[in-house]
Structures are given as C-alpha cells and as structure tokens.
C-alpha cells in the first residue's frame, strides 16, 4: 500500500522509535469482527448456535474476531439480525459509553448504525434512542440496521446538528459523536481512504468536528456524558480538539477514565498544550492490537448549570410533545383499541406483544414508543419510532420492522426453519413457499430460523405469499 507522502512525513515525527513498527502494520492482514446483538439473542446463546470460528475481541462483551473466509453476512441469522458485522476497534466507543435502561441517547452521526444498535442493546427496549446522520443516503442505511437488529425505541433523523439543538436543548443523557474525520486509521482496512485523504485532510474535518461539538453540549443535560470518537491519528482531530472544546467551556467537563484492554493505550497528553490528563482517554494503534487506528474520548459535564442552579432530571424539552395527528397513552389493551380498533385486533390475534408506552399516527401508519420524545417540528424524519403497519383496503397491514422486531414466543402464528435449510434460504431470496403443515390458518404468518424471527408471509390456499422486503432479499 502506498501512503501519502504528506502523512508519512507527519507520522513519522509523532511516532518517533515506534514509527517503524506502525509503518509495518501495514504489510499484516485486517482484522474482521462480529457483535451479538443481545436485543435477539444472549452472547452465550449465540455461542452455541455459531457456525463460525470466534475469538473474544478484548474491549467488548459482545464482540468477536472472525476469519475472512466466514463470511457471515450471508448466513440466516445475519438476516435474523442476530448480530452486527463491526469492525472490532469501532466496538470501543459504544462499549464504554455506560448507556443505561430507560436513558436518553443520541448517536449524532450515526450512519450506518453500529453504534446506535449496540446502544440500543444497552437500554435493552426502555429510554428513547436518537439516531441522526446528516447524509440522507447513509440514513438509508442507518433505518435498515435499526430495524434488523429489532430496535423498538429509535427514532431516526436526517439533519444538521444546529438544528437539532433547537428541538433537544438539555435533552440527552448520553451523546455519541462518532465525528466525521480524514479517516487515517481505515487505511489498511480501506484503500479508499487513503485516496479520499487529500480531499478530507485533518484541516478541513477539524473545523467540521469543532462546529459539532459546540451543538453537542447545548443538547447534554448538566450530569450528561459525551463519547467522542474518530478513526485517525491526527492530535488535531483528537486530543487537540477535545482540548479546545474543554478551554471554551472551562470547568464545565471532565475527562473520564476509559479502560484499557487488550493493548489498548491512553491519548498523548504531550501532543496537547499539558492541561488536561489525556492518558484517560484511549488510542487504539494497528501495531499495538487486532484493530484498527481509533481515538476515543469520554467527558462528562458537571452536576451544576452555568447560573450554578442544579437542574431536575426531566428538562424542559419533556413538556414539549410529539404533534403528531393522533396519539394516545398506552396501558392495556382497551387502550389500544380505543387509539385503533384495526391495529388492536391484529396485535390481540397475531402476537403476545404487550404495547405500553405512547402509540401514535402519522397518515394511515401507527407507530409506537416506549416514551414520548420532544417535538420533531421542522426536522427531517427518516423513521418516527417503531413502524407498526398501516390501515389498508383490507384492514390492517403489518409492518416488516414489526416482524423482525419481535421475538419467536412474541408470534402466534409461525413457521420454523433450520438456517442450512432450502426453505429459509427460499424465503431469503423471496420465492414463495409452498404450504406447510405446521404453518396452520390463514392469515400473517411469522417465518422464522432456528427460533429467530426474519418477516412476514401471508397464506393464501396452500402457498405463502413471501412479504420478504425486496431491498432486504438475498442475491443468489
């Protein structure tokens, strides 16, 4: 591989005795990585059932190396949503952001999603989980992982961080900001990179990482905390920017204490000005460890608001609800069907799911959330929580994200294939199924494997009608 020029020179002078070592790296193989995703299935369950070789990846519970010839993005319960292909340094930051049940999270730049679903994980259904990235295509993406890996509390947004600030000032908890970056530690992993680094140069990400973060800390409730992550090795983007951001808002954040594991080091407090203790932060090196090159930070902002007033732990923005054309309280069931005879029904035949929380409408589609959230006046809404279906000419239709978002025992009526067998991977590739004994009435049908959830089917006669998504099918 061919470095720029330009980099090298830089590297050198920052790495000094261990530059040669670095610069080997290069010359060695990637590593490839997995993680459980604990909404599906426990890590020790997936352990048992893994048709793969894995080995623990040191900074995570859930995450794994992988061999490059396993390839399991093609096996069933990767459509299952049973785990998240993840590079394994980029497990970091979500790992050691301490999300908790029942919190409010942001993943600011979240596209394509691996953060937001191993957050989501962590509240483990409760709280709100806010997952925004700027770039509508990416949030394409970003809408398919959170709807795969089941995640029942996400909204997703497609806008800038200045305005998301006006609707969620003093509303997170926790903010991931997995900071757009020159993306010097994917050269090995991305050759694109390294073409992609002249136009994207520390220069020009700085300023962009600079302006996010001072959005950031309008949206942090005063206890909240910030993990702030790039993959580069540039100070400048680093700890030189983490520096920056704690002199403008002196006093007002502390630099916690990230673990360190399996080779992990700490940031270089010489590389900044020498105020603030940088060994607390992390640094992932691709001559130190099985990763790639990563930064990661955590800070937390004090108790106390500016005006030295404490601040109750509902703000302001809680009084603030959705304005959506229908909405109601969710508690029992009489609840529901007093919100939409249609949806109720189907939710009391099909499914043992138990919907509290807050149900709404948007045009003839119901969605559902564990809580409320702030108005999404003026924002862009790729995903306004967990898509339940629609009123069709026939009554109610559900959605796929309810379906893969649900658990075996969670359907009433469903069909249960083995992951090697020729019907799951029929139903994969969207072919229609021939009627099975076990499959029952007619009606919406669950297709599962191995116990695991993957959508819909309707039986009509003696076939099912796959309602696989087409975007979603396998390639033969």
Known sequence: ???PEEFVNKMQGLMGDEFDSYLESYKKPRFYGLRVNTLKISVEDFLKISPFQLEPVPWTTDGFYYREGDNPGRHPYYYAGLYYIQEPSAMLPGAVIGVRPGERVLDLCAAPGGKSVQMAAQLNGQGLLVSNDINADRVKAL?????????????????SPHKLARNFEGFFDRIMVDAPCSGEGMFRKDEDAVKSWEKFKCEKCSSMQWDILQEVDKMLRPGGVILYSTCTFSPEEDELMIEGFMDAHRGEYELLEIPKAGGIEGGRSEWAGGRYDFSRAARLWPHRLNGEGHFA???????INKKGVENEEDTPADSRPIKWEK???VETMEDLRNFNRELAEFIHESTTLDLKGVAFQKGNNFYHLPRACPDLAGLKVAKFGWYLGENGPKGFVPSHSLAVSMKYEEMKRKINFAAGSREANSYLKGETLTESEESGERGYTGICVDGHTLGWAKQTGDMLKNLYPKGWRKMA
Not at 143 to 159: D, H, P, Q, S, Y
């Open 297 to 303: 930070a955590l800070l937390r902002k004090q108790e």
């Open 1 to 3: 591989m061919k470095l």
């Open 327 to 329: 909405s109601y309280s």
């Open 143 to 159: 809408v398919k992982n959170i709807e795969l890996c089941g995640v029942r509390n996400a909204i997703v947004l497609n806008e």
